[in-house]
Nanobody, 120 residues
Framework: VQLQASGGGLVQAGGSLRVSCTASGSIVSIGYMGWHRQAPGKQRELVASITSGGSTNYADSVKGRFSISRDNAKNTVYLQMNSLKPEDTAVYYC???????????????WGQGTLVTVSS
């Protein structure tokens, strides 16, 4: 599975940005899709996740500001980020668990990351 993220960039505090990530490969089914982030000198942390049925989960730090969604037909997950703060600056990684044609179990996959920089 290849996860291709796009949409990162530089934005001023209070602004908005949307990042997206598309999974490709010999995919039979995708379960969980989500976004994690890693700021300089910090551990990677979960930002938001969404199940195939649409149930969502958010880190407390982004609740009310970020919104995750997915298009199952396109194997794509989106993260709409509003009211951005400088502390949201990080590399954002998309992830999913997926079952391939060649397998019978779900495995987790990671994208290469996209940088989001929020200036004050």
């Amino acid at each position: 599975v290849q996860l291709q993220a796009s949409g990162g960039g530089l934005v001023q505090a209070g602004g908005s940005l949307r990042v997206s990530c598309t999974a490709s490969g010999s995919i039979v089914s995708i379960g969980y899709m989500g976004w994690h982030r890693q700021a300089p000198g910090k551990q990677r942390e979960l930002v938001a996740s969404i199940t195939s049925g649409g149930s969502t989960n958010y880190a407390d730090s982004v609740k009310g500001r970020f919104s995750i969604s997915r298009d199952n037909a396109k194997n794509t997950v989106y993260l709409q980020m509003n009211s951005l703060k400088p502390e949201d600056t990080a590399v954002y990684y998309c992830t999913c668990n997926a079952r391939l044609r060649s397998g019978i179990v779900y495995s987790q996959y990671w994208g290469q990351g996209t940088l989001v920089t929020v200036s004050s």
